[in-house]
């Protein structure tokens, strides 16, 4: 069953603005992923934040962790066009290697 | 280069039709991973394996099934049992050495029923 859930589900935004997305999640989890999927295409790994960490940055994304509230956030900052995609939080949890994913948001960047 | 090719990337299927789905990776990662994604929707996990000749079922196996004879290989069973099999198809990998659990995604198969 999914455990994570996202929103928006959707998001539309001009070039240089900031993104924001959010997921929750329901069970307890080891880590917690977000991943970019582009249109008919695999999905690519962006960032881990593991279930001890609050916050955690990677060039333009930044993600945050709150276990208590079991959500998580990604922000994405001076968006770029080429950032249009659909992006998935999977939550790792106390079965190493099987992540549950959540049902994505897609984030459009008007140039 | 290093990856994991899926194939064919389009397939169609024919009522009462078996299709097999190829999955292959030259990461020399153990664990693989067959998910499904709906319009709109997350990834569900159908079956997966962390070492060859072995594999578990995941959420959605009813109608799907897996062998793992060798370590590259992964490849993926439509059977006919599966009624409403239009989706698209994602082998994945990871590295189970690892300390994180991140997972490497093949381009993924689109499969429609005819």
């Known amino acids: 069953s999914q455990q994570g859930e996202e929103d928006p589900q959707a998001l539309s935004i001009q070039e240089g603005e900031n993104a924001t997305m959010n997921c929750s999640y329901k069970?307890?989890?080891?880590?917690l992923q977000w991943y970019r999927q582009n249109s008919g295409r695999g999905l690519v790994h962006l960032i881990l934040i593991r279930s001890n960490e609050r916050e955690k940055h990677s060039g333009r994304l930044r993600v945050t962790l709150d276990t208590s509230k079991k959500s998580s956030s990604l922000l994405i900052t001076a968006s770029r066009a080429a950032d249009t995609a659909s992006y998935f939080c999977?939550?790792?949890?106390?079965?190493?290697?099987?992540?549950?994913f959540g049902q994505g948001t897609i984030l459009t960047v008007h140039p | 280069d290093g990856g994991i090719t899926q194939s064919p990337k389009y397939l169609f299927r024919k009522e009462g039709q078996n299709v097999t789905l190829s999955c292959e990776q030259n990461l020399n990662h153990d664990a693989m991973y067959w998910y499904r994604q709906d319009p709109g929707q997350g990834l569900r996990l159908i079956y997966y394996s962390q070492i060859v000749n072995d594999f578990q079922k995941g959420d959605i196996a009813e109608g799907y099934s897996v062998s793992r004879e060798k370590k590259e290989s992964f490849p993926l069973t439509v059977t006919s049992a599966q009624k409403n099999p239009t989706a698209f198809y994602l082998c994945?990998?990871?590295?189970?050495?690892?300390?994180?659990?991140?997972?490497?995604f093949g381009s993924g198969t689109q499969l429609s029923v005819l």
């Open positions: 069970t307890s989890i080891n880590n």
């Open positions: 994945a990998s990871m590295d189970r050495r690892a300390i994180n659990e991140k997972l490497f």
């Open positions: 999977a939550a790792g949890g106390t079965s190493y290697g099987k992540l549950t």
